[in-house]
């Protein structure tokens, strides 16, 4: 059974930091696309950065670059987000996905076209 858990999320003041997590199971996460998504309550949800299959390509929202990098640990099938320098701007229910289309050097910013979703975690900036 295909299963992701992203954990990580919590409250942190402008300008802090935080890493998410996102655990695989069920499959292997570097045969697949992943993409961070976020919403924020009222808004629609935005993919904020993705990762290809076999990790050669990297993207990220212009909104983000800089502050956010992906990495991935294969040996614990897991994917991290890592935030810096977080803004009022950034609170949101973070959640990965992953496409399992294994389109070389690609990854989308589209939800509709990942099909395995986690459950959330919420990221709160406040002082």
């Known amino acids: 059974q295909v299963q992701l858990v992203e954990s990580g999320g919590g409250l942190v003041q402008p300008g802090g930091s935080l890493r998410l997590s996102c655990a695989a199971s069920?499959?292997?996460?570097?045969?697949?696309?992943i993409g961070w998504f976020r919403q924020a309550p009222g808004k629609e949800r935005e993919g904020v950065a993705c990762i290809s299959n076999g990790g050669s390509s990297t993207f990220y929202k212009d909104s983000v670059k800089g502050r956010f990098t992906i990495s991935r640990d294969n040996a614990k099938n897991t994917l991290y987000l890592q935030m810096n320098g977080l803004k009022p701007e950034d609170p949101a229910v973070y959640y990965c996905?992953?496409?399992?289309?294994?389109?070389?050097?690609?990854?989308?910013?589209?939800?509709?076209?990942?099909?395995?979703w986690g459950q959330g975690t919420q990221v709160t900036v406040s002082s």
């Open positions: 069920g499959f292997t996460l570097d045969a697949y696309a």
């Open positions: 996905a992953a496409d399992s289309r294994g389109m070389a050097h690609y990854c989308s910013w589209h939800a509709f076209e990942y099909n395995y």
